[in-house]
């Protein structure tokens, strides 16, 4: 924990939160029809029924074959669950529902230029367009029962078609964030092992159209270089039909799939059975090493926690509208956009664009012309929002029974707009804290069960029992106002298998911290570690406040700063860099760089420009520093460790507290005044 740019939680840290916030409690009108009203789920899911209690959600799907053993804990921390069950995710999610929703809308479509028609995609028609692109990735590329597949794929329908058609045929999807780069892309496919890329021609994001294909040109010659020959790029067209891409069609390896489809129009093809531990995919998310890791989830238990939370905390009746205006490229679209919405059967909203395009009015109109009675995003987008049209929500006749917020902590007074003006004060809000690794909600309240608290994601959730542990392993307790490290006790069915490809990994950077004994097999003796810092109310309520590794939360999207790192160091002139995070008003953070350049170079304003191209190049335009800094020397410990602590206090005005630790103590001055200019030092 002590490595140079590991961030303690400290007292200090908990003093620049915002202070307990008095419970609101849920309006009365939503409890009269909420799906879970019913105090005794705390009873049926606390730790004496663990893990019994899971199968309340297994038995929200449809089974194959029922499993023989819930919880095998035989092989920890690598925990089974639903073990000898079968079940297909596709099949769950559109198949099932045909009998009594064929004609309901599945998916509707928002795209970004507001004088487009949405796009309402049935269960039956989701179900043909599924069949037919699965036939195309058996018959036409294939892909067979554990094969990975890269999907580069903006907010457009064929997102979800295109997993819910390789989970039909169990081959595991690896979905790029779409505002990740080609070459973020290609190393996602090195890692996977994955030769068939899927990627569209275009779409559009703020107002410009975006060139897509062009990309995966990228994607495929960096795939190269790292030994990765892309075997196929299939590309869905925006307008079936019409090419929207300056990039030209490769012969023999790049294929419009509306034509493809054609050849299997009408044609179906049945879901595999798969077992409730086969993988369904691979998300990739940033840790504190420079490599990306690839959470891997399984089938069954993934299904199951999302069928679950989707119910019980977001709500979900099959006669609702619910727009979870995040993106799929994240964890949260694929847990709360397609599979848990989908496997509830609802009518799920998808938006192609920017929330403010054109205006702050249009997240607004979409809700009131397509009756989303169910909303769901992240305190950025919120904060954008609030203030570019704080008094927009009450021009339109929307209503709201419940909201989500996720991502990122939610300042009271974001909370508060969010729910007097957004909800206009008739609608819950659960604060859901999780993680790429969880699969699914992790705290949260029930909503019709327990009262709101501005600012903190609420207890853990039925069947989640969460501690808090400091950096010694002793627990601390709620109420004393003092942060730790948030941990689980338990496993549960959504948690990721392992990652991709590095079982040791996964051991490492989980579970090693609070391992009590790693001889055993009780559940009991391996905690969670969540990397989060968090308090605990004596009230029960968690509030998270941030992460306590190298990990940095940019408008909700999650960015390591070794990453940021090692793009900045492709420039030539850079010697040494260190990412640090600033605090943004409107995006949570963003990153800033601090770097040296060699002997042979004069800083200069050229080669700043170009470091921010670089992480743009190598990471993608979320990624792009607020400012680079190009001092004479980083601050480093004797050991030669930099220390961005320092730096990061400096960029946020902050007490850098004690440098009798640093080599060069003296830098320190020279690179405040750099940043701050002198108003003299920053206050002790
Ligand atoms: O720091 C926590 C923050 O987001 C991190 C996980 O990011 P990611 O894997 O991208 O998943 C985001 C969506 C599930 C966490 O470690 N975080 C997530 N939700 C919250 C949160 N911080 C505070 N409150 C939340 N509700």
Same mark, same amino acid.
């Given at each position: 924990?002590?490595?140079?740019?590991?961030?303690?939680?400290?007292?200090?840290?908990?003093?620049? /939160?915002?202070?307990?916030?008095?419970?609101?409690?849920?309006?009365?009108?939503?409890?009269? &029809?909420?799906?879970?009203?019913?105090?005794?789920?705390?009873?049926?899911?606390?730790?004496?029924?663990?893990?019994?209690?899971?199968?309340?959600?297994?038995?929200?799907? *449809?089974?194959?074959?029922?499993?023989?053993?819930? %919880?095998?804990?035989?092989?920890?921390?690598?925990?089974?669950?639903?073990?000898?069950?079968? #079940?297909?995710?596709?099949?769950?999610?559109?198949?099932?529902?045909?009998?009594?929703?064929?004609?309901?809308?599945?998916?509707?479509?928002?795209?970004?230029?507001?004088?487009?028609?949405?796009?309402?995609?049935?269960? &039956?028609?989701?179900?043909?367009?599924?069949?037919?692109?699965?036939?195309?990735?058996?018959?036409?590329?294939? @892909?067979?029962?554990?094969?990975?597949?890269?999907?580069?794929?903006?907010?457009?329908?064929?997102?979800?078609?295109?997993? #819910? *058609?390789?989970?039909?045929?169990?081959?595991?999807?690896?979905?790029?964030?779409?505002?990740?780069?080609?070459?973020?892309?290609?190393?996602?496919?090195? =890692?996977?092992?994955?030769?068939?890329?899927?990627?569209?021609?275009?779409?559009?994001?703020?107002?410009?159209?975006? !060139?897509?294909?062009?990309?995966?040109?990228?994607?495929?010659?960096?795939?190269?270089?790292?030994?990765?020959?892309?075997?196929?790029?299939?590309?869905?067209?925006?307008?079936?039909?019409?090419?929207?891409?300056?990039?030209?069609?490769?012969?023999?390896?790049?294929?419009?799939?509306?034509?493809?489809?054609?050849?299997?129009?009408?044609?179906?093809?049945?879901?595999?059975?798969? !077992?409730?531990? !086969?993988? %369904?995919? #691979?998300?990739?998310?940033?840790?504190?090493?420079?490599?990306?890791?690839?959470?891997?989830?399984?089938?069954?238990?993934? #299904?199951?926690?999302?069928?679950?939370?989707?119910?019980?905390? &977001?709500?979900?009746?099959?006669?609702?509208?619910?727009?979870?205006?995040?993106?799929?490229?994240?964890?949260?679209?694929?847990?709360?956009?397609?599979?848990?919405?989908?496997?509830?059967?609802?009518?799920?909203?998808?938006?192609?664009?920017?929330?403010?395009?054109?205006?702050?009015?249009?997240?607004?109109?979409?809700?009131?012309?397509?009756?989303?009675?169910?909303?769901?995003?992240?305190?950025?987008?919120?904060?954008?929002?609030?203030? *570019?049209?704080?008094?927009?929500?009450?021009?339109?006749?929307?209503?709201?029974?419940?909201?989500?917020?996720?991502?990122?902590?939610?300042?009271?007074?974001?909370?508060?707009?969010?729910?007097?003006?957004?909800?206009?004060?008739?609608?819950?809000?659960?604060?859901?804290?999780?993680?790429?690794?969880?699969?699914?909600?992790?705290?949260?309240?029930?909503?019709?069960? %327990?009262?709101?608290?501005?600012?903190?994601? $609420?207890?853990?959730?039925?069947?989640?029992?969460?501690?808090?542990?400091?950096?010694?392993?002793?627990?601390?307790?709620?109420?004393?106002?003092?942060?730790?490290?948030?941990?689980?006790?338990?496993?549960?069915?959504?948690?990721?298998?392992?990652?991709?490809?590095? /079982?040791?990994?996964?051991?490492?950077?989980?579970?090693?911290?609070?391992?009590?004994?790693?001889?055993?097999? =009780?559940?009991?003796?391996?905690?969670?570690?969540?990397? =989060?810092?968090?308090?605990?109310?004596?009230?029960?309520?968690?509030?998270? @406040?941030?992460?306590?590794?190298?990990?940095?939360?940019?408008?909700?999207?999650?960015?390591?700063?070794?990453? %940021?790192?090692?793009?900045?160091?492709?420039?030539?002139?850079?010697?040494?860099?260190?990412?640090?995070?600033?605090?943004?008003? @409107?995006? $949570?953070?963003?990153?800033?760089?601090?770097?040296?350049?060699?002997?042979?170079?004069?800083?200069?304003?050229?080669?700043?420009?170009?470091?921010?191209?670089?992480?743009?190049?190598?990471?993608?335009?979320?990624?792009?520093?607020?400012?680079?800094?190009?001092?004479?020397?980083?601050?480093?410990?004797?050991?030669?460790?930099?220390?961005?602590?320092?730096?990061?206090?400096?960029?946020?005005?902050?007490?850098?507290?004690?440098?009798?630790?640093?080599?060069?103590?003296?830098?320190?001055?020279?690179?405040?005044?750099?940043? &701050?200019?002198?108003?003299?030092?920053?206050?002790?």
């Amino acid at each position: 924990m002590q490595e140079a740019g590991s961030k303690e939680v400290t007292e200090a840290q908990i003093a620049v /939160h915002w202070k307990e916030e008095e419970f609101v409690n849920p309006p009365t009108k939503f409890i009269a &029809q909420a799906n879970m009203a019913d105090p005794s789920i705390f009873e049926r899911f606390k730790e004496e029924n663990f893990p019994e209690c899971y199968r309340e959600y297994a038995d929200m799907l *449809s089974w194959d074959s029922y499993w023989h053993t819930t %919880l095998d804990t035989s092989n920890p921390p690598f925990w089974r669950w639903f073990v000898g069950g079968k #079940l297909n995710a596709s099949y769950n999610c559109v198949d099932r529902h045909l009998a009594k929703y064929r004609n309901k809308a599945a998916i509707i479509w928002v795209p970004e230029p507001e004088n487009e028609a949405d796009e309402v995609i049935t269960y &039956q028609e989701l179900y043909a367009r599924v069949n037919e692109f699965a036939l195309v990735l058996k018959e036409f590329a294939g @892909l067979k029962k554990g094969s990975r597949i890269t999907f580069h794929l903006p907010m457009i329908p064929s997102l979800p078609i295109s997993m #819910l *058609s390789a989970a039909r045929l169990g081959i595991i999807h690896n979905e790029v964030f779409g505002g990740f780069s080609a070459k973020a892309c290609a190393e996602r496919m090195e =890692d996977s092992k994955s030769y068939v890329l899927v990627t569209c021609d275009g779409y559009y994001r703020n107002g410009q159209l975006i !060139d897509k294909k062009a990309d995966a040109d990228i994607t495929v010659e960096e795939a190269k270089k790292l030994g990765i020959n892309v075997e196929k790029v299939l590309v869905w067209r925006r307008y079936p039909g019409r090419y929207l891409s300056k990039s030209e069609m490769v012969e023999g390896r790049d294929y419009f799939i509306d034509y493809l489809m054609k050849k299997f129009r009408g044609k179906r093809v049945p879901p595999l059975s798969m !077992d409730a531990e !086969d993988p %369904l995919f #691979l998300m990739y998310t940033s840790g504190s090493t420079g490599r990306p890791k690839g959470c891997q989830h399984r089938t069954g238990g993934y #299904l199951a926690y999302v069928a679950g939370t989707s119910k019980y905390v &977001q709500d979900i009746h099959p006669e609702d509208v619910y727009w979870c205006f995040a993106d799929i490229g994240w964890i949260t679209g694929h847990s709360y956009i397609v599979y848990g919405p989908l496997a509830v059967a609802a009518t799920t909203v998808m938006y192609e664009g920017v929330p403010m395009f054109p205006d702050a009015g249009r997240p607004w109109r979409i809700a009131e012309r397509l009756g989303v009675n169910i909303f769901h995003t992240a305190p950025t987008t919120l904060r954008m929002l609030r203030k *570019s049209g704080p008094m927009e929500p009450g021009k339109y006749g929307y209503h709201f029974k419940c909201m989500t917020t996720v991502g990122e902590p939610i300042e009271p007074e974001v909370w508060k707009w969010y729910y007097n003006i957004v909800g206009k004060g008739e609608a819950a809000i659960t604060d859901t804290w999780w993680q790429t690794e969880n699969g699914g909600f992790l705290c949260s309240t029930v909503p019709a069960l %327990l009262p709101m608290k501005p600012g903190s994601a $609420g207890p853990g959730m039925p069947g989640i029992y969460p501690v808090i542990y400091d950096e010694e392993g002793k627990e601390v307790k709620a109420g004393l106002g003092k942060a730790g490290n948030i941990c689980i006790r338990n496993p549960w069915p959504g948690m990721m298998q392992t990652i991709w490809g590095d /079982h040791e990994r996964f051991v490492r950077q989980y579970y090693s911290k609070y391992c009590k004994d790693v001889a055993s097999k =009780d559940w009991h003796a391996w905690p969670y570690f969540a990397g =989060d810092g968090a308090v605990q109310a004596s009230d029960g309520y968690y509030r998270i @406040l941030g992460r306590v590794d190298d990990v940095i939360k940019v408008a909700g999207h999650r960015l390591g700063t070794k990453e %940021l790192e090692n793009a900045a160091l492709t420039t030539e002139a850079i010697s040494e860099a260190a990412a640090i995070a600033l605090v943004d008003e @409107l995006r $949570g953070h963003v990153p800033v760089i601090y770097a040296s350049v060699k002997p042979s170079y004069t800083p200069s304003r050229e080669i700043e420009l170009e470091v921010i191209a670089n992480i743009a190049k190598e990471l993608g335009p979320i990624a792009k520093p607020k400012a680079v800094y190009l001092v004479p020397d980083l601050p480093k410990t004797r050991s030669g460790k930099i220390m961005r602590r320092v730096l990061a206090s400096i960029s946020n005005s902050e007490d850098y507290g004690d440098l009798t630790t640093l080599a060069n103590p003296d830098i320190v001055e020279t690179i405040r005044k750099m940043v &701050q200019g002198d108003k003299g030092p920053t206050k002790k």
